[in-house]
């Protein structure tokens, strides 16, 4: 996993790792593995500390004062977790669990081995600056508005080509569907997060007004707006239905409790 990390570090190219410097086999010549365009939109997201700071705060254990793209994860059952990142110049991974794989309390990532690597980030750079990577040829920066003004419009990167259009006017004779979340999803609570900012996104396209979001039999507000719904554990159906209570579209989707494990039956 560190080394594809790394890979993304080197601007998508990838090397064998070797534990100590000059030993091992000699250093191979690097291959290209992915191209410099989704390496720099994958180090941009890596990198966001404002669209993080919307779940655990501006300052946080995967916050540096210097440019850092990291990621963490968490296994079932919090047996272990880790954090992987890089900077301009060095890629840092840290694992924490326990060797026997028995669960730990309530420790996930960004709690376990994201503190950690937030340490050894800062030793390396105590003198040494890390710059944010310069956009390869093939990516353009746009302008993003979010209907329903769920979130304050932006400058984002793109593939060239790919930005998103201005609004054409609202289409007609298109069937309301549900587009978040999709069915079938399995939410997890996190006992990290503080509850007030754990929300599930709902989103319809095609809706109108008077459509209705339904959610388990209760009303919740129009469709043609965005929603952020507070999560139950639990299974849940969400529809939108017409204002004659006709249901024009449904999913079926499932939050896990802090404490609770997901069985088969519940997967499928």
């Known amino acids: 996993m560190v ?8 601007g998508g190219v990838w090397s064998p790792l070797s534990l100590r410097p000059g030993e ?8 290209r593995v992915l191209s410099e365009a989704a390496v720099f939109l994958v180090s941009s997201i890596l990198s966001d500390r404002e669209s993080r700071g919307v779940t655990f705060g501006l300052e946080n254990p995967l916050s ?32 924490v669990g326990n060797a026997e794989g028995a ?38 920066r746009a302008r993003v508005a979010f209907a329903g003004e769920a979130e304050p419009a932006r400058e984002e990167w793109f593939a060239a080509g790919t930005e998103p259009a201005a609004p054409a006017g609202a ?8 587009v978040a979340p ?7 609570l996190d006992p990290d997060i503080p509850e007030e900012r754990q929300r599930v996104a709902f989103e319809s396209h095609g ?28 299974r849940h159906h969400l529809s939108v239905v017409a204002v004659d209570g006709r249901v024009l ?4 989707f499932l939050v896990r409790g802090v404490d609770s494990a997901v069985t088969p039956s519940e997967e499928r």
């Open 3 to 10: 080394g594809a990390y790394r890979a993304l570090a080197t």
């Open 24 to 31: 091992g086999t000699p250093k191979a010549e690097g291959r």
């Open 64 to 95: 540096t004062r210097f440019w850092t793209a990291v990621k963490t994860g968490t296994s079932k059952e919090m047996r272990d977790n880790w954090a992987v990142g890089y900077s301009s110049r060095y890629t840092v991974g840290v694992w």
């Open 103 to 140: 669960p730990m309390k309530n420790v996930s990532g960004v709690t376990g081995a994201a503190p950690v690597w937030l340490e050894v980030m800062g030793w390396l750079h105590v003198r040494t600056p890390s710059a944010p990577p310069a956009p390869p040829r093939g990516i353009a």
């Open 171 to 178: 289409p007609t004779a298109i069937l309301p569907r549900i």
């Open 182 to 188: 999709v069915g079938g999803t399995i939410f997890a």
């Open 207 to 234: 809706a109108a007004p008077g459509h209705r979001w339904l959610l388990d039999g209760t009303v919740l507000g129009e469709a043609v707006e965005f929603a952020l719904w507070k999560p139950l554990a639990g």
């Open 249 to 252: 579209d449904t999913v079926t």
